[in-house]
T-cell receptor, first 113, second 115 residues
Framework: QQQVKQSPQSLIVQKGGISIINCAYE??????FPWYQQFPGKGPALLIA?????SEKKEGRFTISFNKSAKQFSLHIMDSQPGDSATYFC????????????FGSGTRLLVRP | NAGVTQTPKFQVLKTGQSMTLQCAQD?????MSWYRQDPGMGLRLIHY???????DQGEVPNGYNVSRSTTEDFPLRLLSAAPSQTSVYFC??????????????FGPGTRLTVL
């Protein structure tokens, strides 16, 4: 079973703090690792993604750190804002099945004012 | 562009009833899929399609049927609803670009309760 394990299940951060969500995978054939953000009552939407040939990707306040040898990747949200409160899913797919995504179990983030 | 649309937004069924969840996209995407979202379990793939007339099973296909007669539409049928099918259902679409990295575009979801 292809799996992506995500932690923590929920996270509470004060405004201005750093939110960190971690994911681990087993299948070394995975070659694309996106993060999706989901607001209540909405569908998930792509937030940021990385390939294993780089160790870090930054877009604004959002950064993915990737550790290929440990088969782990994480999402860092700098200067967290109440508007970042949402559920975050890590995911992975691999070239032989370019369209199928394997999702982690999700992290519910609450940023307190 | 409306993107990916789903109807209905909410539905309550009794055990044994059947129904169809509708999904449509106007982005001319080849790939369409159905996921269910349950607490603590993330998004699990039910069925997917890589083009009109082509469908395949995902991780949790039992109790669901799909068909794809057009590029735009990908309905999900519950043949005989069971309480275990209570969930939020998402339809998604993406272009096929020949390698990993396709962005999937999700609809707003259908919240289904089976009594």
């Amino acid at each position: 079973q292809q799996q992506v394990k995500q932690s923590p299940q929920s996270l509470i951060v004060q405004k201005g703090g750093i939110s960190i969500i971690n994911c681990a995978y087993e299948n070394t054939a995975f070659d694309y690792f996106p993060w999706y953000q989901q607001f209540p009552g909405k569908g998930p939407a792509l937030l940021i993604a990385i390939r294993p040939d780089v160790s870090e990707k930054k877009e604004g306040r959002f950064t993915i750190s990737f550790n290929k040898s440990a088969k782990q990747f994480s999402l860092h949200i700098m200067d967290s804002q109440p508007g970042d409160s949402a559920t975050y899913f890590c995911a992975a797919n691999w070239e032989d099945s370019s369209y199928k995504l394997i999702f982690g179990s999700g992290t519910r983030l609450l940023v307190r004012p | 562009n409306a993107g990916v649309t789903q109807t209905p937004k909410f539905q309550v069924l009794k055990t044994g009833q059947s129904m169809t969840l509708q999904c449509a996209q106007d982005m001319n995407h080849e790939y369409m899929s159905w996921y269910r979202q349950d607490p603590g379990m993330g998004l699990r793939l039910i069925h997917y399609s890589v083009g009109a007339g082509i469908t395949d099973q995902g991780e949790v296909p039992n109790g669901y049927n799909v068909s794809r007669s057009t590029t735009e539409d990908f309905p999900l049928r519950l043949l005989s609803a069971a309480p275990s099918q209570t969930s939020v259902y998402f339809c998604a679409s993406s272009p096929l670009i020949g390698r990993s990295g396709n962005t999937q575009y999700f609809g707003p979801g259908t919240r289904l309760t089976v009594l």
